[in-house]
């Protein structure tokens, strides 16, 4: 009994049991440090790697950056740990993809297309896709909407900042610079929900679903002196003196940016009668590109292509950008055997639509570059440095469709580097030394080296133009449901936006969207409590998210900061699949 | 002891964290979480069931539109100072403050599991492993090689990053250096934190950014009533966020701040 050895063995039993099956060891090694820029969003944010050996094992910002002023998202913060992820796609059939489109190109007839949608234009591999598709019979490259047409934000110009449902605090634009300009201007976000850019505004206006454009339209009306447009007010849920005040403000406290999403096609228009067009907001000259690439295909949006048109279509998936809905694309494709071919990190996305999904390179893995963010008033260029190789039987998308196309991109970052060298402008940043030198100064392959070791190139500066015409049918439009009776789906959807069209994000995310309530997660839905009595489906509870354009299982929140009349829900693309902007929804227990 | 220019000897570490300046990002919880190798959640993890060594709370005035009110407070191992709850329960001695800077530590392998130290803490910032620590395949190549994972059935909290204190020490030892330097030891959360509102350091120096925080007029401290004597030190113009410290009032009808 008092012998110490049974006691002993009990706990040694106990460590024992308790380390079963084995705790990973962490692997130890020689410490270094690697610059390169993120790639999960557009706003391209330096990025300092620990690495151990070869290894990356934490990601940061670089303090001293001037475009991302130390700042790093969490989702930039977790991704070292991309490439590790389960849904990974590890092999896919290039070789039969490859043979499908050279097909699809071979027998395209006169009045069919072969396409390439960019959910991320503006980069090199985004020029590639327009010299591929002008080298080819009937191509056409199509990009996601743009919102402000385009056009750069200077936040830091701002003394007004009036959000129409743009998430300026939740990863729009580039978070350290935002966080920067904040104390600058002052933010009224007018949305439905109290979205965290809501909680911290400094005015929140409840406007009622889908009416950013009626608010828009009513606030030209007040700056023009005109009446306000009928019921467009009624419309917004604001009261006329409100817009009127609003209107008052925006005027008086200027310049006062207007920023929107491309469902608001008002909000340059309104800019301009603002005064922020050509101080807070302006058209923006992009990093020059080789003379020899100017012969490509001109941007080109969904909505301009004929419906039954796309002998095949490329999609490329490979960097997270605007998930365009599946129901708005489909239609366009011929009928019969269209060849649809994604280049992706998971079948989560596109890739449940597609015939061939071919695997590709994800962040910190693959090589590209970043072009400016939409709050950088000058243009710039930065590489994505690989920090770890990719796995073998992955596909490069963009070599993929030059050969397709028979033509030769496997130099084009570095071509775009030396173009940008040979026009003389800008200053280079270097990460190692926090150092900015003028491009004058360097030679080429000086900055060729600069550049993949996390250098950042910015232009001169920046000069107001006249707006860039809108591209033709840019805007796409999900297919009209049939009807939405408000009887059988009482609720409104609010989508809550996740970076990236696939949802890539590391499974260590779990820390906000699972282990806390802090992020409405994938295929999660909020409800207000007496909306969920009504539903009959309590906190926790599975259920089905009904729209008229089909069903998908979902997982129930009860919120009391969501309106009684609607469901906030995690955008994934299956979600985004069967709900459209503010469309209606039922939720039933499953 | 007291040096010459009014400093004690020993440090003693704390946190200002600007609750006006939080934006709710999370970004805080998920460099914890790499740099302290915490694993991704288990499939049963919930919110009550999950580690997060910091966790970022959404909390209101009350009110609601247009009167409601939102802020975003992160709370983690609040370090007492004083009668520091989890320490006088844990009948393992795997807690302790370490006198030399103040940090509660919290010892895996002496821990049996027992939880009476979660049930201790006020501000329940301890965590249990319900489940062995498992990422996903590969992924253990990204670990942290100066921080030991924990196992299963163990409690385990904030501690300040203590292998970057840890590292700082050998850094600051490599370079014939007695003492840290202030800046070559911040926690990850303070790294990461891109709205600059955690601050970290020794609020024995008076001289220091951190201890000039804590004198802040619109500073205060959670559950300051338990005289617990907590190192971290929240600031907020806003009146309600100020009350909210002594009285948190349980979101969603749940018993604790944890849901």
Redesign the interface.
């Known amino acids: 009994m008092f012998t110490p050895a049974p006691w002993r063995l009990i706990t040694d039993t106990?460590?024992w049991s308790?380390?079963w099956?084995g705790?990973?060891?962490?692997?130890?090694?020689e410490i270094k440090t690697r610059y390169t820029h993120c790639a999960l969003c557009p706003a391209g944010c330096a990025v300092r790697a620990r690495l151990?050996g070869s290894?990356?094992?934490?990601?940061?910002?670089v303090p001293a950056h001037p475009l991302s002023l130390?700042?790093?998202?969490?989702f930039g913060?977790?991704g070292?740990?991309l490439?590790?992820?389960?849904e990974r796609l590890k092999q896919g059939p290039e070789h039969e993809a490859s043979a499908a489109v050279a097909g699809a190109i071979a027998q395209c007839a006169p009045g069919e297309r072969i396409a390439v949608l960019d959910l991320r234009p503006g980069r090199t591999a985004s020029w590639t896709y327009r010299r591929a598709m002008a080298a080819v019979k009937n191509g056409v490259y199509l990009t996601a909407p743009q919102p402000l047409e385009g056009a750069a934000v200077n936040l830091a110009a701002a003394r007004t900042v009036l959000s129409i449902g743009a998430p300026v605090?939740?990863g729009w634009g580039t978070?350290?610079n935002v966080?920067a300009a904040r104390a600058g201007f002052r933010l009224i976000q007018a949305e439905p929900l109290?979205s965290?850019t809501a909680?911290?505004a400094d005015l929140?206006l409840?406007i009622k679903p889908g009416s950013g454009r009626a608010l828009a339209l009513s606030l030209i009306a007040q700056l023009e002196g005109k009446a306000m447009p009928a019921q467009a007010a009624a419309e917004t849920g604001l009261g006329e003196s409100q817009i009127a005040d609003l209107a008052g403000e925006l005027a008086r406290n200027g310049p006062a940016l207007v920023l929107a999403g491309d469902d608001v096609p008002e909000a340059v228009p309104l800019n301009r009668l603002t005064g922020a067009w050509g101080k807070a907001l302006m058209a923006r000259a992009e990093a020059p590109v080789p003379d020899s690439w100017k012969k490509a295909a001109p941007p080109a949006g969904l909505a301009s292509v004929p419906d039954g048109s796309i002998r095949a279509l490329l999609i490329d998936e490979s960097v997270p950008g605007d998930y365009i809905p599946w129901n708005a694309i489909a239609p366009k494709l011929v009928p019969g055997n269209p060849v649809v071919v994604v280049f992706a990190w998971s079948r989560s996305g596109y890739g449940r639509h597609a015939q061939f999904t071919l695997p590709a390179a994800v962040y910190p893995e693959m090589t590209g570059d970043a072009p400016a963010a939409i709050d950088s008033p000058a243009a710039a260029f930065r590489i994505f440095t690989p920090l770890v190789p990719a796995p073998s039987g992955m596909v490069d998308p963009a070599v993929f469709i030059a050969s397709a196309a028979g033509i030769d991109a496997s130099g084009a970052l570095r071509e775009r580097a030396d173009a940008i060298h040979k026009a003389g402008r800008g200053t280079l940043f270097t990460c190692a030394d926090v150092k900015s030198r003028p491009v004058k100064e360097l030679k080429p392959e000086d900055f060729w080296k600069a550049l993949n070791e996390g250098g950042c190139w910015m232009d001169a500066g920046w000069q107001a133009k006249p707006p860039a015409p809108l591209v033709e049918g840019t805007r796409w439009q999900a297919k009209a449901p049939a009807s939405q009776e408000a009887s059988e789906l009482p609720l409104l959807v609010a989508l809550t936006d996740l970076p990236g069209s696939a949802g890539l994000v590391?499974?260590?995310?779990?820390?906000?969207y699972?282990?806390?309530?802090?992020?409405l997660g994938r295929n999660r839905a909020a409800l207000n409590p007496a909306s969920a009595a009504a539903c009959g489906v309590g906190?926790?509870a599975h259920a089905m998210l009904q729209t008229v354009l089909g069903q998908r299982p979902i997982q129930v929140t009860?919120?009391?900061?969501v309106?009684p009349g609607m469901v906030e829900v995690g955008a994934s693309p299956e979600i985004l699949d069967i709900c459209g902007a503010f469309s209606r929804a039922r939720v039933a227990q499953s | 002891m007291t040096s010459a220019n009014g400093n004690n000897k020993n440090k003693r570490y704390g946190m200002t964290i600007d609750v006006d300046r939080c934006t709710g990002c999370g970004a805080c919880m998920v460099a914890c979480a790499v740099e302290n190798n915490v694993p991704p959640a288990h499939e049963g993890a919930t919110e009550r069931k999950g580690i997060t060594w910091i966790r970022v709370f959404k909390v209101d005035n009350g009110e609601d539109y247009p009167g409601k009110r939102t802020a975003f407070v992160p709370v983690l191992c609040q370090q007492c100072g004083e009668d520091t709850p989890c320490v006088h329960v844990c009948p393992q001695q795997a807690v302790d403050v370490d006198p030399a800077t103040g940090i509660v530590g919290q010892m895996p392998e002496r821990c049996l599991g027992c939880r009476y130290c979660m049930a201790a803490c006020p501000y329940h910032a301890r965590y249990f492993n319900w489940w062995d620590p498992a990422w996903p395949v590969g992924m253990e190549k990204t670990l942290n090689p100066d921080v030991a994972p924990r196992m299963r059935g163990v409690v385990e909290k904030c501690n300040f990053c203590h292998g970057r204190w840890h590292a700082a020490k050998q850094r600051a030892a490599a370079a014939g250096k007695k003492e840290i330097q202030p800046g070559d030891y911040v926690p990850a959360c303070v790294e990461a934190c891109p709205a600059g509102a955690i601050r970290f350091g020794d609020l024995n120096d008076p001289a220091g950014e951190v201890a000039r925080g804590a004198k802040n007029p619109a500073s205060f401290r959670l559950l300051e009533k338990l005289h617990t004597e907590p190192k971290i030190y929240y600031s907020s113009k806003r009146d309600w966020v100020r009350r909210i410290a002594d009285a948190p009032r349980p979101p969603m009808g749940k018993e604790n701040l944890r849901g």
């Open positions: 106990a460590l308790e380390n099956p705790i990973p060891r962490p692997a130890s090694g151990v290894q990356p094992v934490a990601l940061m910002g130390g700042a790093l998202c969490p913060l977790t070292h740990q490439p590790y992820h389960p605090m939740e978070p350290g966080l109290e965290r909680s911290l929140w409840r590391s499974p260590l995310m779990s820390k906000l699972q282990e806390s309530n802090l992020r906190e926790g009860v919120s009391p900061s309106p």
